[in-house]
T-cell receptor
Framework: DVKVTQSSRYLVKRTGEKVFLECVQD?????MFWYRQDPGLGLRLIYF???????EKGDIPEGYSVSREKKERFSLILESASTNQTSMYLC?????????????FGSGTRLTVV | GQNIDQPTEMTATEGAIVQINCTYQ??????LFWYQQHAGEAPTFLSY????GLEEKGRFSSFLSRSKGYSYLLLKELQMKDSASYLC???????????FGKGTSLLVTP
């Protein structure tokens, strides 16, 4: 069964900490994405990558960075966590064509910044 | 960017049919997706439309009109397990990325 795995289901961090959210997929997908999901706001795109070492800003990249050193792994980095980054973070991957099957999502990481 | 609108909440009765509408405004449109998301879980893929018309898959069907910027998801023979959030998403200017609507929370009642 194909999978997108996010390293943590729940995470609590302190304001100002550097936070790493890891995502690994085993489907040899070219594209990987990071979204955050908040009540009333839906899913908002933070960053995405269509190849190793490539990255593109989404709609809300401020306060975040990403790393993709290997095809299967896409990391989201909160350089200095703030309380307004408390959210559910969803990683997804897709084939480069992105047709027919859309995204496969990970189970999500619920991050709380205190 | 893209603007994707769908109703916030809907309620329907077990065994009935429900239609969830989605309108979108986007340039460079290249496909419309529907996802289902149960509370506390990740979204799962339901359907994809790139051409006008109806795509049927079991109890679920999805329709697209590109000229009207309009799609709907039709759920037949509703079951209690269909209570979930339904997300409309469109591909466009962000290359391979999808833009999502805020989701429609569907409650199926006995």
């Amino acid at each position: 069964d194909v999978k997108v795995t996010q390293s943590s289901r729940y995470l609590v961090k302190r304001t100002g900490e550097k936070v790493f959210l890891e995502c690994v997929q085993d489907m040899d997908h070219e594209n990987m994405f990071w979204y955050r999901q908040d009540p009333g706001l839906g899913l908002r795109l933070i960053y995405f990558s269509y190849d190793v070492k490539m990255k593109e800003k989404g709609d809300i990249p401020e306060g975040y960075s990403v790393s993709r050193e290997k095809k299967e792994r896409f990391s989201l980095i909160l350089e200095s966590a703030s309380t307004n980054q408390t959210s559910m973070y969803l990683c997804a991957s897709s084939l480069w064509q992105r047709t027919l099957y859309g995204y496969t999502f990970g189970s999500g990481t619920r991050l709380t910044v205190v | 960017g893209q603007n994707i609108d769908q109703p916030t909440e809907m309620t329907a009765t077990e065994g009935a049919i429900v239609q969830i509408n989605c309108t979108y405004q986007t340039s460079g449109f290249n496909g419309l997706f529907w996802y289902q998301q149960h509370a506390g879980e990740a979204p799962t893929f339901l359907s994809y439309n790139v051409l006008d018309g109806l795509e049927e898959k079991g109890r679920f069907s999805s329709f697209l009109s590109r000229s009207k910027g309009y799609s709907y998801l039709l759920l037949k023979e509703l079951q209690m397990k269909d209570s979930a959030s339904y997300l409309c998403a469109a591909g466009g200017n962000s290359g391979y990325a999808l833009n999502f609507g805020k989701g429609t929370s569907l409650l199926v009642t006995p």
